[in-house]
């Protein structure tokens, strides 16, 4: 299968040309100027929405055409497996100033023959007196307090190394190479994290020691950073001092500081695209930046989009990409006039929501081999719209035998693959990246069935009557409080069912619980979510009411077919047609027991509610077995494991033909024209509305 992405072909043909002035195919197209700068597109999408792999589109796209850098700010190593981890708090840097670092480092590199690297002299003088630089010269213990009397000496040192009176000959040179040579010796490797730049104190060095060797560019950087310390007293030097005594105090206001560090940043990438650069449309640098939702992102992305405002500087172009709800913001896919949209920034930020892949985006993943019609069907029930999940069920169809015709539970050979690298069944795998801790992954998904959070807590507290540690309960539930969910409530529920809803999460936790659960396990687990919905007792000589269809739903789970069927059909001449349909799609939308699980036998409670005597006997026996067969065929095509079977769907169609026939109402005339058409392709019970406006 090629490896294509759907659905962002506006940021990819459209957005990002227009701000760099290249398309992904190293073709000029005209640039989009703003008065406002560039600003920062963040692409919003939930796991495995497909974010990261824009982002690798991008920058397999644009490497050879402009300065690019790729980080994952998220990961401990930026997502380069030779970089050092470090703690964010230390006095000679943080995760910060590590990402500045690398930033600069491979935005400085070559991209073409004849294009003059980027330079960053304001950013490397501003790293080297913050990571590098000791009071004493030697010492590797930055964090040291200093005497009083000391702090004269410690600033000559650093005077002396960088001279802004120096004339840049050869004495004065070989003065700061020999400081640099010592310095170097001095620092360990790994001292900010990039140990693939053999320490980051090195790179350091290495990047601005032959700057600092240019008495020129020495003394423009070291004049930017007298200009911009204006809280500070002194020459450059001892405001250059001063800023690194405030970056190492402990507790001091290192945010503020590090704002300095990326205004340097955008100095140096300003002063680099000068007048002449920018009249011949020099494309500019390209930063993508994977999971921007963690704190390093805002502090990193706050500043930068404020310096973008400037008019007098050039900043970036910058796409990021972070977790969240796609649904609350302007969707890409929608995105005609990039221009328009890039006008349409607000605090130079452009937020647009990753799109959801359709089915027939799936249909061209699965590409133009013999497939069954239902596989991209069952794919985007358990993928969700996730474009990561559904390239990783698509996978598994190529090693899954498929028939023309589908067998009861086609998708569940999908979803029980092994994979070939022993990382565990498809949907181990799956869950493995939605849910990555094993322990709440696993509360969650013996917590999927119930239907709110009251039954979760029930179901808990009755399997684990002895457990004291309540939080555990509260941790898993806590999962479902992220913003990346879809939230697909049930129709007819007001919001309140099911507990997890998300459909595809909630399809796959559902199969993971069948799948590992013994029958009596899940016998035990379904009483103890029926037990919340005990229909009341009826008043003296009176009639009992409805049964929640709750309590229905986990009866079904249970395998009590018949017991279903009676109370459906008592309900059904005592509420208006409507309701009643409601009720069954939340019934019918019942797990289905796992294999091997018997039903218990019930106690015969005599004639059915809905069966009277007499002469309206016989027509009451028709209703009967017409409910009967609208749940068998119902729940079974409402199974997510099974795909649309046209002799069910018929008994359907054919169920609730029977029924108008006996209750000529608006509501089963509407549900008798739909349903059928809607499950042919492919919708399930609880979604199966019954149309507004039919009433009796």
Not at 600 to 627: F, K, L, M, Q, S
């Amino acid at each position: 299968m090629a490896e294509r992405l759907y659905g962002v072909d506006p940021l990819l043909d459209g957005l990002v040309p227009g701000l760099v002035g290249f398309d992904r195919n190293g073709g000029r197209c005209d640039r989009v100027e703003l008065p406002g700068g560039h600003p920062v597109i963040e692409l919003v999408g939930g796991r495995r929405s497909g974010r990261t792999s824009v982002l690798a589109a991008l920058s397999a796209a644009y490497a050879p055409l402009v300065p690019l850098v790729r980080a994952d700010l998220a990961a401990p190593d930026f997502g380069d497996p030779l970089l050092a981890d470090l703690p964010d708090t230390r006095p000679d840097g943080s995760r910060l100033t590590d990402l500045l670092y690398l930033l600069s480092y491979k935005l400085g590199l070559r991209v073409r023959r004849t294009t003059q690297p980027l330079r960053f002299p304001r950013l490397s003088l501003g790293l080297l007196a913050v990571t590098a630089w000791r009071p004493d010269g030697t010492s590797d213990d930055v964090g040291a307090a200093l005497a009083p009397q000391d702090l004269r000496r410690a600033e000559q040192r650093l005077k002396g190394v960088i001279n802004q009176n120096g004339d840049g000959g050869p004495e004065r040179q070989a003065r700061l190479a020999e400081w640099i040579q010592a310095l170097e010796r001095a620092v360990p490797a790994g001292v900010s994290g990039l140990g693939v730049l053999e320490g980051a104190g090195r790179a350091a060095l290495r990047t601005a020691a032959p700057r600092l060797l240019r008495s020129r560019v020495n003394r423009g950087a070291l004049r930017w950073w007298g200009d911009h310390l204006e809280h500070e007293q002194g020459d450059a030097v001892q405001k250059l001092f001063a800023f690194v005594r405030d970056f190492r105090r402990p507790g001091g206001d290192q945010a503020r500081l590090e704002e300095i560090l990326i205004s340097a940043f955008v100095a140096d990438i300003t002063h680099h695209y000068g007048l002449l650069r920018r009249n011949n449309d020099v494309p500019p640098p390209l930063i993508l930046l994977d999971n921007a939702h963690v704190p390093l992102g805002a502090r990193l992305l706050g500043p930068l989009r404020r310096k973008g405002a400037d008019k007098d500087e050039m900043g970036p172009v910058v796409v990021a990409a972070r977790l969240g709800d796609a649904t609350a913001h302007r969707a890409l896919r929608q995105v005609a006039d990039p221009a328009a949209a890039l006008a349409d920034q607000v605090d130079g930020i452009l937020r647009l929501g990753l799109p959801a892949l359709e089915r027939g985006d799936i249909v061209r993943i699965l590409g133009a081999s013999d497939r069954p019609a239902y596989l991209p069907l069952l794919i985007d029930r358990f993928a969700g719209g996730r474009a990561g999940s559904a390239r990783t069920l698509a996978e598994a169809a190529d090693a899954v035998p498929h028939g023309g015709a589908p067998d009861a539970q086609p998708a569940a050979p999908l979803l029980d693959a092994a994979a070939p690298d022993g990382s565990g069944t498809t949907v181990e795998r799956l869950l493995a990246v939605l849910l990555p801790d094993p322990a709440k992954c696993s509360r969650l998904t013996l917590l999927a069935p119930a239907l709110d959070v009251t039954a979760a807590r029930r179901l808990w507290t009755g399997l684990h009557s002895g457990d004291t540690l309540a939080r555990r309960v509260d941790d898993a539930l806590e999962l479902l409080e992220d913003v990346c969910w879809e939230s697909a409530f049930w129709p007819s529920t007001d919001g309140s069912m099911p507990l997890v809803a998300d459909r595809g999460l909630r399809h796959l936790l559902l199969h993971q619980l069948r799948t590992r659960t013994a029958p009596e396990r899940w016998r035990q687990i379904h009483q103890h979510l029926r037990g919340g919905y005990v229909p009341q007792e009826p008043p003296p000589d009176g009639e009992p009411g409805p049964i929640p269809s709750a309590y229905l739903h986990h009866t079904l789970a249970l395998g009590l077919t018949e017991s279903v069927v009676r109370s459906l059909h008592h309900w059904l001449g005592r509420s208006t047609p409507s309701v009643w349909l409601s009720a069954v799609n939340v019934v019918c939308a019942a797990p289905r027991p796992p294999a091997g699980f018997e039903a218990e036998a019930v106690p015969d409670d005599g004639p059915c509610g809905g069966c009277r005597h007499g002469e309206p006997a016989a027509r009451d026996e028709v209703v009967h077995r017409a409910v009967a067969r609208l749940v068998e065929a119902l729940w079974e095509q409402s199974d997510p494991l099974n795909a649309p079977c046209p002799d069910r769907i018929d008994q359907v169609e054919s169920a609730l033909r029977t029924l108008h026939e006996h209750e000529a109402t608006d509501a089963f005339r509407q549900v008798l024209r739909h349903w059928s058409a809607w499950l042919r392709e492919g919708v399930q019970a609880p979604y199966l509305t019954v149309p507004e406006g039919s009433g009796r």
